[in-house]
Structure formats: C-alpha cells, structure tokens
C-alpha cells in the first residue's frame, strides 16, 4: 500500500511539473527542436556552413536574402518545403514551427 501511496504521488507530481511549465519554456523547446531537426543543414549559428548546407544550398539566416523574407514567407518554407529544404508541415506543429521561425530570427542578428 505504501508503495502505492508513492507510486501516485510520483505521477501527480509529474503532471504538475508538466502542466506548470511556464510559457518561457517555449523558446527552449524551439532550440531543442532547432538543434535536433535543422542545425544539420543550417548549422547552430543558422548560417549554413555545415557540409549539407552548403551542398543543398541553405542560406544563412542573417544573410539579407533570408532577413528581408517575411515571418510568413519563412512559415510557408518550413512547412511547405522549397527545393532541397524538406517540409515539416506533417512533423511539427503550427506553432511550433512560428516559434521555430522566431528562433531563427535570434540567430540571425
Ligand atoms: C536536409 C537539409 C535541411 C534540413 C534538415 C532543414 N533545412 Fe531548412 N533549408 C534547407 C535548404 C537547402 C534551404 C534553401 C532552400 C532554397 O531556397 O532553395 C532551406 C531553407 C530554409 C528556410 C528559408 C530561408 C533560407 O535559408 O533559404 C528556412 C526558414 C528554413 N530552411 C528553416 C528550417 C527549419 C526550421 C528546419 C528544421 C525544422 C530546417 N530548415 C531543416 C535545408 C534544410
């Protein structure tokens, strides 16, 4: 029974931590995801300059090519796909990918 009793607060204390997670945690989920599904094309600094980059053709994200797209454009992009850059529109969600636009943002300037 006291086991019991232990096991249930481990998961209610699980749930809380879950559901209290503040919204700031979001722009570090967006680099997690950054890092795990894009820095290897477009590098941990977003310029591009990993070898797939440069072999598919990524451009770096501070570049004015990609600074002057609008916040729609690059969200169209990441979900759509364009050329060689493959879409996430199926993977990733919605806002995921608008926080994941506002990431790149960051590491262009
Ligand atoms: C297989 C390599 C690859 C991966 C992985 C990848 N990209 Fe790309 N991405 C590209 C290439 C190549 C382009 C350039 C497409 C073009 O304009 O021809 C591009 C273009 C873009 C652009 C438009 C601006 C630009 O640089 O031309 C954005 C924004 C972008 N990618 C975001 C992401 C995000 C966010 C992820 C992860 C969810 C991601 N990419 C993963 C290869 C990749």
Request: with cysteine.
């Amino acid at each position: 029974m006291k086991t019991m009793i232990i096991h249930l607060f481990t998961v209610a204390t699980l749930l809380a931590v879950v559901l209290m997670t503040p919204s700031s945690a979001l722009a570090q989920s967006a680099a997690a995801t950054y890092k795990a599904k894009c820095a290897g094309c477009h590098g941990a600094d977003g310029k591009g300059s990993t070898a797939p980059g440069k072999a598919l053709g990524a451009h770096d994200f501070g570049s004015d090519e990609v600074t002057k797209m609008s916040d729609a454009d690059l969200i169209q992009i990441v979900t759509a796909g364009k050329n060689k850059m493959p879409a996430y529109g199926k993977s990733l969600k919605d806002t995921e990918i608008k926080d994941l636009v506002a990431y790149i943002r960051t590491l262009g300037k």
